[in-house]
């Protein structure tokens, strides 16, 4: 007897009644909707309400929402400079009450005795402005100032005082303290001659403090599911609140799971110091080291390759793809190979420089390093892993619930009539077997036999509406390193 879903057995109106079952239109893995997050500050110019969620199209969409030069404007900016395809979330964040905008200073002194032209760096913004002959220290803040002020884009705003121009970081909070200044990054940039100046970095005259609680932002949140999460926020209290949030989705009451990017601005040894302090299977810190650009600028581009290579494929791995849009430091403030190897060894990600000044992605890697005995786990090192189950989770509980949408639960062994909507362990076995076929072919898992082999699909002694399932997949790895002998003849 057949299975019907709306043709009632007792309708005696003739004719012909046909209805549609769309349990077998459905064929292969699925494709698993990408949406990423972001939050960060606004400024005052922007439409947008704080902690409210708000669906961003484009790049102006976000300037318009956030306002010209906030920090959410600017991470997005640069994720869609990269990344177009993945659907762009964002919460705003007002600036916290009790916070403390960073400041830094520009000292001039002199005076020119050649025309040419300023040019400082803002965070990796140029900001330039010309020198004639004779022009003073004090005309020289003026103008700087000026030309800051005129760049509502920048990270800071600025004003003069004499020969001292001080500029304000935009936002409250520690992330200010991230805004690097420096001189002349070009080879052809040039101070012209006569005129000197100084720099003291953003956070170094008055430090910034007081970053924004996203504990609204997470409440704004819902249940909505983002595959990725972008933040400027690596202080303890935000990474604790947020590492609880990602941990709670990924369980398997909620079912959605997600990967947080963010990155750290700071030497070496204190970026190691950093990762070692953190151990979370669903968070990517990128650490920037002395990179001009600002760590939301880095956690935006980190999280856009990330994103777009696994949208097409979590298992692919991610070395080699271009951080396009950051500026790469100065030969000799880049890390070398031990030294990446020690960030890798504590919770840290990694990039180099091409030698066309590129910065490329080394190695992305999660924040685990642990497990709960303090012992040294492996298991969540790349961030594939995490990448690649959870697609395996929503690809097996779409195929369930495509297949088996109101099956009636029976045990194996009876000759149930054709057409009957019912389910048994044999049925869903066979199901997830052929799951795992096109999972082998996708290329995300291995060893189809043992799969096959290991499959526990039973039901509930208790409940006896339930089936009980173990999914043993061997996933696919990543081709991370090439050792080799060369035992050469003479």
């Given at each position: 007897m057949i299975s019907f879903n709306s043709i009632p057995g007792n309708i005696r109106v003739p004719l012909a009644y046909v209805e549609f079952d769309?349990?077998?239109?459905?064929?292969?893995?699925?494709?698993?909707?990408?949406?990423?997050?972001?939050v960060g500050q606004k400024v005052s110019a922007g439409t947008a309400a704080v902690n409210t969620l708000y669906r961003v199209a484009t790049a102006d969409a976000a300037i318009a929402l956030f306002g010209p030069g906030a920090m959410l404007a600017r991470m997005i900016q640069m994720y869609k400079s990269i990344n177009r395809s993945?659907?762009?979330?964002?919460?705003?964040?007002?600036?916290?009450?009790?916070?403390?905008?960073?400041?830094?200073?520009?000292?001039?002194?002199?005076t020119a005795t050649a025309a040419g032209t300023f040019a400082i760096y803002i965070g990796g913004d140029r900001v330039r402005f010309a020198v004639p002959s004779g022009m003073t220290a004090s005309q020289a803040a003026t103008a700087l100032a000026a030309a800051v002020t005129a760049d509502t884009t920048l990270a800071v705003t600025a004003t003069a005082d004499t020969a001292t121009v001080t500029f304000t970081a935009r936002h409250k909070g520690v992330c200010g303290n991230d805004i690097d200044l420096r001189f002349n990054y070009y080879s052809d940039d040039a101070t012209p001659a006569g005129l000197a100046a100084t720099l003291s970095q953003v956070g170094s005259v008055v430090a910034g403090s007081g970053n924004p609680d996203m504990a609204d932002a997470i409440t704004a949140m819902g249940d909505n599911w983002f595959q990725g999460?972008?933040?400027?926020?690596?202080?303890?209290?935000?990474?604790?609140?947020?590492?609880?949030?990602?941990?709670d989705r990924w369980g398997?009451?909620?079912?959605?799971?997600?990967?947080?990017?963010?990155?750290?601005?700071?030497?070496?040894?204190?970026?190691?110091?950093?990762?070692?302090?953190?151990?979370?299977?669903?968070?990517?810190?990128?650490?920037?080291?002395q990179n001009p650009n600002p760590t939301w600028i880095w956690a935006a581009?980190?999280?856009?390759?990330?994103?777009?290579?696994?949208?097409?494929?979590p298992a692919r791995p991610f070395q080699s793809l271009p951080l396009t849009g950051l500026m790469p430091p100065p030969e000799t403030s880049?890390?070398?190979?031990?030294?990446?190897?020690?960030?890798?060894?504590?919770?840290?990600?990694?990039?180099?420089?091409?030698?066309?000044?590129?910065?490329?992605?080394?190695?992305?890697?999660?924040?685990?390093?642990?497990?709960?005995?303090?012992?040294?786990?492996?298991?969540?090192?790349?961030?594939?892993?995490?990448?690649?189950?959870?697609?395996?989770?929503?690809?097996?509980?779409?195929?369930?619930?495509?297949?088996?949408?109101?099956?009636?639960?029976?045990?194996d062994g009876v000759d149930y009539g054709p057409g009957q909507a019912i389910a048994t362990p044999k049925t869903i076995k066979a199901e997830i077997v052929a799951l795992a076929s096109e999972w082998v072919e996708a290329g995300l898992v291995e060893n189809l036999d043992q799969f096959?082999?290991?499959?526990?699909?039973?039901?509930?002694?208790?409940?006896?509406?339930?089936?009980?399932?173990?999914?043993?997949?061997?996933?696919?790895?990543?081709?991370?390193?090439?050792?080799?002998?060369?035992?050469?003849?003479?």
């Open positions: 769309n349990t077998r239109a459905v064929a292969g893995t699925p494709a698993m909707p990408y949406k990423v997050l972001f993945c659907d762009v979330w964002a919460i705003a964040l007002a600036d916290a009450v009790a916070g403390v905008a960073a400041t830094g200073t520009c000292l001039f002194s002199g999460m972008v933040t400027p926020y690596t202080d303890s209290a935000n990474m604790a609140a947020l590492e609880a949030e990602l941990l398997g009451v909620r079912q959605i799971g997600g990967l947080a990017y963010c990155s750290y601005r700071a030497t070496h040894a204190n970026s190691v110091t950093f990762g070692d302090g953190r151990n979370s299977p669903l968070v990517c810190c990128m650490p920037s080291g581009a980190t999280a856009a390759q990330a994103t777009a290579s696994v949208a097409l494929d880049r890390w070398m190979l031990d030294e990446l190897n020690l960030l890798l060894n504590d919770g840290m990600s990694t990039w180099e420089v091409d030698a066309g000044g590129v910065i490329r992605i080394n190695r992305l890697i999660t924040m685990y390093q642990e497990n709960t005995y303090g012992l040294p786990d492996a298991s969540y090192l790349n961030i594939n892993t995490p990448c690649t189950i959870e697609y395996l989770r929503y690809s097996l509980r779409t195929r369930v619930t495509q297949k088996f949408p109101r099956h009636k639960l029976a045990d096959r082999e290991e499959l526990v699909v039973e039901r509930n002694a208790s409940d006896r509406d339930r089936v009980d399932v173990l999914v043993p997949p061997d996933l696919v790895n990543q081709f991370m390193i090439f050792a080799a002998q060369i035992q050469f003849r003479l």
